[in-house]
């Protein structure tokens, strides 16, 4: 049985690693999400470590960091002053940051209320 918390992070491990490697090769990602090289290195990473926690059914960890840090890069793309920053780094779109809020916020959710939910395989 897996974890709610697992499940999670190899789901969203899988996407951030897809789209880590399309980032490579351009700087829009399924037509609508604004990358660079460093933020899809980033991706990357986070699609790595994602994947081997959630195999290793050790992930609530990973979903309360990935919950916090992109929650916080997206929020703080709307913030004046601090958004042209995040822009210049991570070239971080208006669709990109609502995709790191919604995301973020389910991470969150999923680490908090899945603390002992598990999945149970239907075989």
């Known amino acids: 049985m897996r974890k709610a918390t697992d499940l999670f992070a190899i789901l969203i491990g899988a996407f951030l690693l897809i789209e880590g490697i399309l980032g490579l090769t351009?700087?829009?990602v399924f037509g609508v999400l604004t990358t660079n090289r460093t933020h899809?290195?980033?991706h990357i990473v986070l699609g790595l470590v994602g994947l081997l926690l959630g195999w290793k059914r050790n992930a609530r960890g990973f979903c309360?960091?990935?919950g916090?840090?992109?929650?916080?890069?997206?929020?703080?793309?709307?913030?004046?002053g601090?958004?042209?920053?995040i822009v210049a780094i991570l070239n971080v779109n208006i669709a990109v940051a609502w995709v790191n809020i919604a995301?973020?916020?389910?991470?969150?959710?999923?680490s908090l209320a899945g603390r002992n939910s598990e999945i149970r395989n239907q075989a």
């Open 103 to 110: 995301i973020g916020a389910v991470a969150l959710l999923v």
């Open 68 to 80: 916090i840090l992109l929650l916080a890069v997206g929020v703080l793309r709307f913030v004046p």
């Open 64 to 66: 309360i960091f990935l």
């Open 82 to 85: 601090v958004g042209e920053i």
């Open 26 to 28: 351009s700087d829009v």
């Open 40 to 42: 899809a290195i980033i």
